[in-house]
Nanobody, 118 residues
Framework: EVQLVESGGGLVQAGGSLRLSCAASGFTFDDYAIGWFRQAPGKEREGVSCISSSDGSTYYADSVKGRFTISRDNARNTMALQMNNLKPEDTAVYYC???????????WGQGTQVTVSS
């Protein structure tokens, strides 16, 4: 059974930090690009950051550059998103994602709430 299980969300004041984690199982984690998406109330889901399966190259949305850091640990089948200097506009449900560009297979976590108070 494929699973992506997130943890680490919560309530934090503006300027604070949170670390989201996602544990993967049931598929060959190394073969998948992984990423984090978020969806705020009334808004579409948007990509926050991703990291490739091949060379470790990363992408960050302009809104989080310099504040968020994505990482993956292929030995442990886990991914993380370190979020620093959080802003109220970062408030959203955050989802981890794994996608294989060759097969088109994609998996999603259940989501974890991040709330940043001003």
């Amino acid at each position: 059974e494929v699973q992506l299980v997130e943890s680490g969300g919560g309530l934090v004041q503006a300027g604070g930090s949170l670390r989201l984690s996602c544990a993967a199982s049931g598929f060959t984690f190394d073969d998948y690009a992984i990423g984090w998406f978020r969806q705020a109330p009334g808004k579409e889901r948007e990509g926050v950051s991703c990291i490739s399966s091949s060379d470790g190259s990363t992408y960050y949305a302009d809104s989080v550059k310099g504040r968020f850091t994505i990482s993956r640990d292929n030995a442990r089948n886990t991914m993380a998103l370190q979020m620093n200097n959080l802003k109220p506009e970062d408030t959203a449900v955050y989802y981890c994602n794994a996608e294989d560009a060759f097969t088109g297979s994609a998996y999603w976590g259940q989501g974890t709430q991040v709330t940043v108070s001003s």
